[in-house]
C-alpha cells in the first residue's frame, strides 16, 4: 500500500532520544513526513512543544507515548496514540512509572558497583538532559569511560538480562496501560511486536488479552524489527481484527536503525490504525 508519508513512533530529549522535541519535529519535515506520533518512553512532557512546531511547518501532530509493561514477566512496549494530554489518569499512570525509573536505576548503579565500575548513577544523570533515567543513559556514560566501544555493545556486554547493570523491574500492568490510553479516548498499539524474546506460541495469548483489555492495533511495520517480519505481523493483525500501525522507532540521526519517515507502505490486507481519526484522513493530501 502507498500510504503517505506517516510515522507514528519517535523519541526526543524527554526520553532516550537525541533531538529536542523542536528539532525533532524539523528534522522529521526535512524528511518529508506529513503526519508525526511523538512517542517518548513514559512521559509525554514534549506534545506541547511538538504540536507547536508541527503547525508551523504543517505537520498533522498525534499525540503519543510508548510505555513500558510487564506482562507474564516479560518487558513490552505498548504505543499509545491520538489521546487527550490533559487526561489526569494517564498522567498520573505514567508519573509512577518515572518514579520507578528511578528507582531501577538506583538498582543498577547498585549491581554496577559490585562489578567495580562506581558512580554510574552520577555519570548516567549526565546524559539525562530533560528526561527520566533509562538503560540508554547508562549505556552513554559507559562508553565514554571506555567499557564497551559503541552503545550496541554496551547493551550486550551491560545492559541486557544476565549481565551485570541489568536488573529486573516490575513496569504496569498490560491493563492499566490500555485503559490509560483508551480512557483518555486514544488508540493502544503493540509497539515491535518482532523484537520481543518470545516463541510464536504466546502471540495469540498476548493478542488475546490485548484486545480483551481494549487494544487497537500491532505496529507491523518498525524501524526496530525486521522487515522481513511484517508479512507475519500482517496476518496476525487480520487474524485479530486489529487495526495495523507503523514507525520508525527513530531515537536521532546516526544511532536508529531507520530514519524517521522511512517506514511506511503497510502491506494491502492492513487495515492502517489512521482511518479511525478524522483529524488525519480529512487533512492529508
Ligand atoms: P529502558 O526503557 O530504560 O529499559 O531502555 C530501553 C531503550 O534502550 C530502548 O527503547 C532503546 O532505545 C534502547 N535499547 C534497548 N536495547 C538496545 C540495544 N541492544 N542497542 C541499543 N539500544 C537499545
Ligand atoms: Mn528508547
Ligand atoms: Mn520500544
Ligand atoms: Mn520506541
Not at 25 to 32: E, L, N, P, Q, W
Not at 95 to 119: T, Y
Not at 236 to 265: M, Q, T, W
Request: proline share 4%; charged share 20%.
Amino acid at each position: 500500500m502507498n500510504t503517505p508519508n506517516i510515522d507514528l513512533h519517535s523519541h526526543s530529549t524527554i526520553s532516550d532520544g537525541l533531538l529536542t522535541p523542536t528539532e525533532l519535529v524539523s528534522y522529521a519535515s526535512k524528511k518529508d513526513v506529513q503526519v508525526l506520533a511523538l512517542t517518548d518512553h513514559d512521559d509525554i512532557a514534549g506534545l506541547k512543544e511538538a504540536r507547536l512546531m508541527s503547525k508551523k511547518l504543517n505537520i498533522i501532530f498525534i499525540n503519543g507515548v510508548e510505555i513500558s509493561v510487564t506482562w507474564r514477566k516479560r518487558t513490552l512496549h505498548i504505543v499509545g496514540l491520538n489521546f487527550d494530554d490533559s487526561n489526569v489518569n494517564l498522567i498520573n499512570g505514567l508519573k509512577q512509572i518515572r518514579i520507578g525509573r528511578e528507582n531501577r536505576a538506583k538498582k543498577m548503579a547498585h549491581s554496577l558497583g559490585m562489578a567495580s565500575i562506581f558512580n554510574s548513577l552520577e555519570g548516567a544523570k549526565k546524559y539525562t538532559k530533560h528526561s527520566t533515567i533509562g538503560r540508554i543513559h547508562f549505556a552513554q556514560f559507559l562508553v565514554s569511560k571506555g567499557y564497551a566501544k559503541d552503545i550496541k555493545n554496551v547493551f550486550k556486554k551491560f545492559l541486557t538480562p544476565g549481565k551485570p547493570g541489568y536488573v529486573e523491574h516490575e513496569w504496569a500492568s498490560l491493563k492499566d496501560a490500555v485503559e490509560w490510553i483508551t480512557q483518555a479516548g486514544g488508540d493502544a498499539i503493540i509497539a515491535h511486536p518482532g523484537r520481543y524474546d518470545m516463541g510464536k506460541k504466546l502471540y495469540p495469548s498476548l493478542l488475546a488479552d490485548f484486545k480483551s483489555f481494549g487494544g487497537s492495533g500491532i505496529e507491523v511495520m518498525s524501524g526496530s524489527q525486521d522487515p522481513s517480519q511484517s508479512q507475519y505481523f500482517a496476518e496476525l493483525a487480520k487474524e485479530y481484527d486489529l487495526f495495523a500501525s507503523c514507525g520508525s522507532d527513530f531515537h536521532g540521526p546516526g544511532i536508529s536503525h531507520r530514519s524517521i519517515g522511512f517506514v511506511k507502505n503497510l502491506p494491502d490486507e492492513c487495515k492502517p490504525i489512521w482511518l479511525k481519526w478524522p483529524n488525519v484522513i480529512n487533512n492529508i493530501h
